[in-house]
């Protein structure tokens, strides 16, 4: 078939709602787009452990030790979910870590902020983790089979993520007057940074277009921020937290929360690498991975000799 026809071919079946496959034919740039994105999203989940990692040693009692230590876990598998998805486009996983570690490849803005109280966990699991439900419950329907299966699973974790922060913070809120500032502080801190999560304004998202086209982004990114500024709100209000907006106002018409303009000198900044934390962060991951590279040899060598034996014996 003509590479033209496969296009269109290509484009009809994401139209009917199939789901495309690693063996299917695809376009190049949908392969493309999707490994940058998959990619993308592995290493958010990897350099994510990092903010609350800080933190395992000194929360506040032993029981919110186990749920951090267990939550930074599931961080760590959802990366290996990601990236064992982005593989099945023909990728290898050495040359996606390498790709931000040394490159330019991308990770979410949000990680590169520090996480200076105990606050700051309770409203990552809140803010962040539920910024990441509403965009992967998206991705959930995505056109790729691969990524759209590992989200179903990841957003289940997520959601018992968001609900240990949430409870935590509605704790903190309800707590002494200090604990109450340190809880207001954080959620100060994190709100807009979270609402960047989402990405550029929608006429300033050069990928949109093309991820809608082929149904691998089902909403856009502006859409899915209003989704989750409205349910912020009532959010916020049941645990007596203010966000810090003074824009923020209920339109009668749209039916939506408006909010103020969010800095994004200061996103296009943090992409660029000038965040608060950005070479801290990678910094430590390229520490880890350096130091960690006898453990993949050794792995790889255990698999070979395992591997030469199964077939000495059989
Ligand atoms: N941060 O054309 P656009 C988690 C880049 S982890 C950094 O709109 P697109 C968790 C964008 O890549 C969850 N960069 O892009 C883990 C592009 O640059 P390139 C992480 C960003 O792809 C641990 C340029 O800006 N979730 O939940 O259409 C603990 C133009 O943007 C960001 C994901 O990764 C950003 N925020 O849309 C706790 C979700 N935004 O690549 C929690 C998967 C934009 O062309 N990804 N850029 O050089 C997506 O859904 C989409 O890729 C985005 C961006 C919405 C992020």
Redesign the pocket.
Do not use: T
């Given at each position: 078939m003509k590479e033209n026809k496969m296009h269109q071919r290509f484009q009809e079946r994401i139209d009917n709602g199939e789901i495309i496959e690693p063996k299917d034919w695809m376009p190049k740039r949908y392969r493309r787009?999707l490994i940058?994105?998959?990619s993308?999203?592995a290493h958010?989940?990897i350099?994510?452990?990092l903010?609350?990692g800080n933190w395992i040693q000194r929360a506040p009692s032993l029981n919110r030790k186990k749920v951090l230590l267990a939550?930074v876990q599931d961080?760590a598998g959802?990366g290996l979910y990601l990236y064992s998805a982005a593989e099945t486009l023909g990728v290898s996983r050495r040359e996606m870590v390498e790709g931000y570690i040394y490159g330019?490849?991308?990770?979410?803005?949000?990680?590169n902020y520090p996480t200076l109280t105990f606050a700051d966990i309770c409203v990552?699991?809140w803010l962040?983790?539920g910024?990441?439900i509403v965009?992967?419950t998206?991705?959930a329907k995505s056109s790729y089979g691969p990524y759209a299966r590992a989200m179903i699973r990841i957003c289940r974790e997520?959601s018992f993520?968001k609900k240990q922060g949430y409870e935590m913070l509605a704790k903190m809120a309800s707590g002494t007057v200090g604990q109450q500032r340190m809880a207001q502080d954080a959620v100060n801190r994190w709100w807009w940074p979270t609402l960047?999560?989402?990405?550029?304004p929608d006429d300033?998202?050069?990928?949109?277009k093309e991820?809608i086209k082929w149904g691998v982004?089902t909403k856009s990114?502006d859409e899915?921020r209003q989704s989750f500024v409205d349910r912020s709100v009532m959010e916020a209000r049941a645990i007596g937290v203010d966000l810090p907006d003074p824009e923020l106002k209920y339109n009668e018409d749209t039916g939506h929360w408006d909010f103020g303009e969010i800095p994004w000198e200061e996103?296009w900044e943090?992409?660029k690498g000038n965040g608060p934390m950005n070479r801290e962060r990678i910094r430590a991951r390229r520490k880890a991975y350096e130091e960690g590279e006898w453990v993949r040899k050794a792995a790889a060598e255990y698999a070979r000799k395992k591997k030469l034996n199964e077939e000495k014996a059989s």
């Open positions: 787009q940058r994105m998959m993308q999203h958010s989940e350099v994510g452990m903010p609350e939550k961080e959802h330019n490849a991308k990770y979410s803005s949000i990680f990552i699991g962040v983790d910024a990441a965009n992967q998206m991705l997520e993520h960047m999560m989402f990405g550029p300033e998202s050069p990928n949109s991820l982004k990114n899915l996103f943090v992409i």
